[in-house]
């Protein structure tokens, strides 16, 4: 049987606060990169969708220090579309889907909640029952967190590009996915 996953990355505003925080002061989503991936019954994992947008924040801004971590500058995001616009979009795309694979799966998973219930849909989104954190199957590596581009180093002696950006990331994480699938790390 064909297992489908999303693959993904969100790039914010800033951290989740304190559950005790209205929603309008919590960060958004500022880039989110999204791969579906099917693994074949003949043991292949390739890509056969994606979503990849820049997203306007409703509430705050793209301040210079998020600037200068991620490269997003509040005129790449001006005219972007709200959530709220590619929340279909994003909707149908997670039909049928098994898990969400992510290098930090709690905080991608809790961002995209905290977009979702800001727009009323938290019982409307086809959430997967699995969550696969790259970061978490790892630790046992060198007894900690290790970032993505660490991770990435680790498996395969290189650096990746761009770091920081949904889609880089995304697609490093996906290596180290592939990996860690193909020795059986992950399962």
Not at 21 to 31: G, R
Not at 40 to 65: A, N, W, Y
Not at 117 to 135: D, L, N, Y
């Amino acid at each position: 049987m064909e297992k489908i996953v999303v693959a993904f990355d969100t790039e914010t505003t800033g951290l989740i606060k304190p559950e005790v925080q209205e929603m309008e002061k919590q960060p958004e989503i500022i880039e989110l990169y999204m791969a579906k991936l099917v693994h074949r019954s003949d043991g292949v994992i390739e890509k056969i969708d994606e979503i990849d947008t820049f997203l306007r924040p409703q509430f705050g801004e793209v301040s210079q220090e998020i600037t200068k971590i991620t490269h997003i500058t509040p005129e790449m995001v001006k005219d972007a579309p709200l959530f709220c616009e590619v929340f279909p979009q994003i909707a149908k795309f997670h039909v049928g889907v098994h898990a969400w694979v992510a290098h930090n799966c709690a905080f991608d998973t809790a961002m995209m909640a905290n977009e979702i219930s800001r727009i009323g849909k938290i019982v409307h989104f086809p959430f997967p029952p699995e969550k696969v954190c790259t970061v978490q199957k790892t630790m046992h590596i060198e007894q900690r967190r290790m970032s993505l581009s660490n991770l990435y180093q680790h498996l395969f002696n290189e650096q990746f590009p761009d770091a920081h950006r949904a889609k880089a990331d995304v697609t490093a994480m996906i290596r180290c996915y592939k990996h860690l699938c193909a020795t059986g790390v992950i399962k």
